[in-house]
Nanobody, 114 residues
């Protein structure tokens, strides 16, 4: 079992930046990959960025060049979000994959004003 807790969300003006953090507890040495997803009201949850245990990264098309995912030790993952746009407004969820099983945090809200 893995528990995830996100932090760092907030209200920011367009063009601004935030740094989201996620801490994992529990069976952290079994985590294969960690990542961030987001869900806006009325929309499906979508990939933002993922990072493997080996450091390989993958980003959603809408955030490439603006967001950066990083991982610290076995249990911390960060998302640096720059050049924010109103369409980035969503609840951002931390994800961990353990032997094919997905674990999710409760999410942190990011709201971007125009």
């Amino acid at each position: 079992q893995v528990q995830l807790v996100e932090s760092g969300g907030g209200l920011v003006q367009a063009g601004g930046s935030l740094r989201l953090s996620c801490v994992a507890t529990g069976s952290i040495f079994s985590i294969n990959a960690m990542g961030w997803y987001r869900q806006a009201p009325g929309k499906q949850r979508e990939l933002v960025a993922v990072i493997s245990s080996g450091g390989s990264t993958n980003y959603g098309d809408s955030v490439k060049g603006r967001f950066t995912i990083s991982r610290d030790n076995a249990n911390m993952v960060y998302l640096q979000v720059n050049s924010l746009k109103p369409e980035d407004t969503a609840r951002y969820y931390c994800n961990a994959v353990v032997w094919g099983r997905n674990f999710w945090g409760q999410g942190t809200q990011v709201t971007v004003s125009s």
